[in-house]
Structures are given as structure tokens and as C-alpha cells.
């Protein structure tokens, strides 16, 4: 049981190039969602997904795009990175119904 | 809009203080979450809470769901419980505070 799997871990991006950042869990778990961290701001939502095939927007969803083909594995896609989207991004699963939320290590993003 | 506001946002403490931080939310929630960060660490679940009070070693957390709070306490802290501390509940999404950041001088 690894839990929730994020990689890469580091990113360095230019202006312009395209990424997908992984997430995969071995939970069985419905709800798997995408945030970033970012100074004096707590994580905010970027997209989530109930199940598979099934994927909304959260708060801050301009610039990435995410697609839920399993339950298992829910990729965040970076169409043209931006200056502003440099941050500390992590992906988190759960059961749906307030349960235990696990994340994974974060990927500290640079997009110079 | 801030639906979970935390205090206070840094705090220092002396190796063996109590410490308290506390967690305020406005929305209908099923469950509040305390989290840990450590520097350049991944985020860690501490506690998962819907009512009244839970104690994991010198970590206790309990949530008044009347008055919308909760609050984290670590007794006898260490230098080792030097993290961020972050409320999240669950309302139809997570929601999250802006984090606590505790520094425990030896």
C-alpha cells in the first residue's frame, strides 16, 4: 500500500513548455483532487474528481487541465506554463463523506 | 472569502510550553482535519474530527461544532514539533486555512 504517489518532485519549466505533473493512489478512493501552495495563502483547489470519468473545476482551474481515466491515477496537465503558475503543487485522495485525507509529496514548480 | 481562518499565523514557542492554535470555520461541514508540514516535507494528516475531542500522544484536538472551532493543543513541546500547522474541513469541498507556523526553541 504506497498510499498517494506524486511525481516529479522538482520542475524547472520554461515559459511556454508543457508538463504533466502524476498522481496515483492505491486507496480505492473516490474523490482525488489537485492544489497549490503558495506564500501567505492557504492550498487552494485547482480541479477535483468524484470518480472516474468524472473531473470539475476548483477554485483557481485556468491554465491546467486534468482527466480522471481510472480511480487510481488523476494527471494535471500544464498547457503553457506561465511565471505565475510557479508553486508548490500536491494532490490529495479520500473517501467521499469526510474522511482521512491523504496527500502526496508536493512537486515544487519553477516556471522561468 | 476566507472559509477557515487560523490563529495565530506564527508562533514561537520554549521547549515544554503549551501551545493552543485555533481554527474558526463558516461553512456546514462533515469533518475537520488537522494537518502537518514540515519544511520542504510533504503534508501529513493528524487528526480527523467531527465532534468532541481526540488525543494522539502529546497532540489533542477538539472541535465545537455549535460555535464553528477547533482548536489543536500540543503539550510538552519539542523542537521536533517545530511544522505548519493547517485546518481543513470538509464542507462540499476542502477547505483550507492559510497554515500556523510553530517554531519550538530548544
Known amino acids: 500500500n504506497a498510499g498517494v504517489t506524486q511525481t516529479p518532485k522538482f520542475q524547472v519549466l520554461k515559459t511556454g513548455q508543457s508538463m504533466t505533473l502524476q498522481c496515483a493512489q492505491d486507496m480505492n478512493h473516490e474523490y482525488m483532487s489537485w492544489y497549490r501552495q503558495d506564500p501567505g495563502m492557504g492550498l487552494r483547489l485547482i480541479h477535483y474528481s468524484v470518480g472516474a470519468g468524472i473531473t470539475d473545476q476548483g477554485e483557481v482551474p485556468n491554465g491546467y487541465n486534468v482527466s480522471r481515466s481510472t480511480t487510481e491515477d488523476f494527471p494535471l496537465r500544464l498547457l503553457s506554463a506561465a511565471p505565475s503558475q510557479t508553486s508548490v503543487y500536491f494532490c490529495a485522495s479520500s473517501f467521499q463523506g469526510g474522511t482521512e485525507a491523504f496527500f502526496g509529496q508536493g512537486t515544487r514548480l519553477t516556471v522561468v | 472569502k476566507n472559509e477557515v481562518e487560523q490563529s495565530p499565523q506564527n508562533l514561537t514557542a520554549q521547549e515544554g510550553e503549551f501551545i493552543t492554535i485555533n481554527c474558526s470555520y463558516s461553512?456546514?461541514?462533515?469533518?475537520l482535519h488537522w494537518l502537518q508540514q514540515h519544511p520542504g516535507g510533504g503534508i501529513v494528516s493528524l487528526f480527523m474530527?467531527?465532534?468532541g475531542k481526540k488525543k494522539h500522544g502529546r497532540l489533542i484536538a477538539t472541535i465545537n461544532i455549535q460555535e464553528k472551532h477547533s482548536s489543536l493543543h500540543i503539550t510538552a513541546s519539542h523542537p521536533r514539533d517545530s511544522a505548519v500547522y493547517i485546518c481543513a474541513v470538509n464542507g462540499n469541498q476542502f477547505y483550507f486555512g492559510t497554515g500556523t507556523s510553530l517554531t519550538v526553541i530548544p
Open positions: 474530527l467531527s465532534s
Open positions: 461553512v456546514g461541514i462533515s469533518a
